[in-house]
Nanobody, 123 residues
Framework: QVQLVESGGGLVQAGGSLRLSCAAS????????MGWFRQAPGKEREFVAA????????YYADSVKGRFTISRDNAKNTVYLQMNSLKPEDTAVYYC????????????????WGQGTQVTVSS
């Protein structure tokens, strides 16, 4: 079992930056692929980024590549999403997700979700 709690969302102007954090409970965090997904109003939830359990590989949706960076600190049971050059179309609720253990399915969500954190980018 993995419990996830996101933080760091907020309101930012276009071109600004935010860093999201996702704190996980449990001793097995380091065995899970961690991902970020987002859902804008009236749209389906979509994949944003993922990082393997060791942190050795990262994956991004084309829409955020070059602007967002996913990272993790297994000693702190935390995964991060650094978001730079934000655009109004990045406005969404961002969700942290855990898939595993030791499973990599890029773009596919696992069984564990956080409650979400709102990111709003004004033009």
């Amino acid at each position: 079992q993995v419990q996830l709690v996101e933080s760091g969302g907020g309101l930012v102007q276009a071109g600004g930056s935010l860093r999201l954090s996702c704190a996980a409970s449990g001793r097995t965090f380091s065995s899970y692929t961690m991902g970020w997904f987002r859902q804008a109003p009236g749209k389906e939830r979509e994949f944003v980024a993922a990082i393997t359990w060791s942190g050795g590989s990262t994956y991004y949706a084309d829409s955020v590549k070059g602007r967002f960076t996913i990272s993790r600190d297994n000693a702190k049971n935390t995964v991060y999403l650094q978001m730079n050059s934000l655009k109004p179309e990045d406005t969404a609720v961002y969700y942290c997700n855990a898939d595993g253990p030791f499973r990599l399915r890029v773009g596919v969500s696992g069984d564990y979700w956080g409650q979400g954190t709102q990111v709003t980018v004004s033009s």
